[in-house]
Nanobody, 116 residues
């Protein structure tokens, strides 16, 4: 069963940067598309970015040009570099495969708060 541990969130001012990390275990990491998702209270979790095993990336329009997803298959880790952060980026960020491995596959997430 997949186990996902996210880290790197925090409080940052608008325009600032954060780098999120997610370490996965229990899967053959390199063969999966990995993705970052985010959720704010009262709203559905949304896809932010994904990356194939070979490094092909996709981004939702609202973060394109500001966020960069990357992965290290040797360390079973996926990253999200977030620059030029905006208050509307405030959310709990999660990683998972795409498609996800079901409702019980989510980790605890990491809180990102963008505020002055």
């Amino acid at each position: 069963q997949v186990h996902l541990v996210e880290s790197g969130g925090g409080l940052v001012q608008p325009g600032g940067s954060l780098r999120l990390s997610c370490e996965a275990s229990g899967i053959i990491f390199s063969i999966y598309i990995m993705a970052w998702y985010r959720q704010v209270p009262g709203k559905q979790r949304e896809l932010v970015a994904d990356i194939s095993g070979r490094g092909t990336t996709n981004y939702v329009d609202s973060v394109n040009g500001r966020f960069t997803i990357s992965r290290d298959n040797a360390k079973n880790t996926v990253f999200l570099q977030m620059n030029s952060l905006k208050p509307e980026d405030t959310a709990v960020y999660y990683c998972n495969t795409r498609p996800t491995m079901g409702p019980n596959s989510w980790g605890q997430g990491t809180q990102v708060t963008v505020s002055s």
